[in-house]
């Protein structure tokens, strides 16, 4: 059975930062893409960012590139998501996901909530 779990959300105040982890099991990690994701209330779900089998490629929607930052550590089945000079827009439900292909976002974690004050 996969199970992706998320932690480290919280609140924090606008250019603060917060590091999300996903740890990961029930499946082969260093063969899956990981990748991030986020709902606000009364909004649809938004692709954040995904990271590659090994790290070596990453991609980052608009709305977060140069503020956050993806990465894994296989050994530990884990991907994280760094998030810096957060604003109350980042304001959010997180969750983490799994894809053996990019874009079919198979597994889901339960969502972490972050909440940026202004």
């Known amino acids: 059975q996969v199970k992706l779990v998320e932690s480290g959300g919280g609140l924090v105040q606008t250019g603060g930062s917060l590091r999300l982890s996903c740890a990961a099991s029930g499946l082969t990690f260093n063969s899956v893409f990981m990748g991030w994701f986020r709902q606000a209330p009364g909004k649809e779900r938004e692709f954040i960012t995904r990271?590659?089998?090994?790290?070596?490629?990453?991609y980052y929607a608009d709305s977060v590139k140069g503020r956050f930052t993806i990465s894994r550590d296989n050994a530990k089945n884990t991907v994280y998501l760094q998030m810096n000079s957060l604003k109350p827009e980042d304001t959010a439900v997180y969750y983490c996901?799994?894809?053996?292909?990019?874009?079919?976002?198979?597994?889901w974690g339960q969502g972490t909530q972050v909440t940026v004050s202004s």
């Open positions: 996901a799994a894809a053996q292909i990019i874009g079919n976002w198979r597994y």
């Open positions: 990271i590659s089998w090994r790290g070596g490629n990453t």
